[in-house]
């Protein structure tokens, strides 16, 4: 049994984008036909590149105004879709596809402060994640992103 919980993108403060098309720092949302795989970040799937429509706005998941406090862009299905739900293991088709989704652990303790990094690579991320948190108590959370475009995916929390 994984000791994390995955935790997307929420469909409440989805709603509150849909419904204003405006991110939280004052800037339009962007509606486009996807030209990449994203991920979505509230169902955590790819794209269907040139067939799905997708919203780009400005995220940040942090909660403490810091230095680390990073937002960036992040995408998610136009249309509505569920939450993530398989939540005590990594989303499986984002794990499967190293090659879309390069992936790095960033993690954070209790004062929002980056205490660790760690590139995935060819490492199982299940793995990685339980492993993290055994051996790092003062990790509160991590953060999934890709590695190369350093787009935030999602927030991993201990179970």
Do not use: W
């Not at 954070?108 to 055994?134: C, H, P, S, W």
């Amino acid at each position: 049994m994984n000791k994390f919980k995955i935790v997307p993108l929420s469909k409440a403060y989805i709603q509150h984008i849909k419904a204003t098309m405006t991110d939280d720092f004052g800037n339009p949302v962007i509606e486009q036909l996807a030209t990449g795989l994203g991920p979505c970040r509230v169902s955590l799937k790819p794209f269907n590149k040139g067939l799905d429509k997708r919203l780009l706005f400005k995220h940040s998941p942090f909660e403490i105004e810091n230095a680390y406090n990073q937002p960036g862009p992040v995408f998610i299905n136009a249309d509505d879709v569920e939450e993530y739900s398989d939540v005590f293991r990594f989303p499986p088709e984002i794990k499967a596809n190293k090659q879309s989704f390069p992936l790095s652990l960033i993690g954070y303790n209790k004062d929002q402060m980056m205490a660790l990094t760690r590139l995935v690579g060819d490492a199982d991320v299940d793995e990685l994640i339980n492993e993290i948190f055994n051996q790092h108590p003062n990790i509160q959370y991590l953060h999934a992103r890709n590695a190369q475009a350093c787009c935030f995916i999602c927030k991993i929390e201990r179970a």
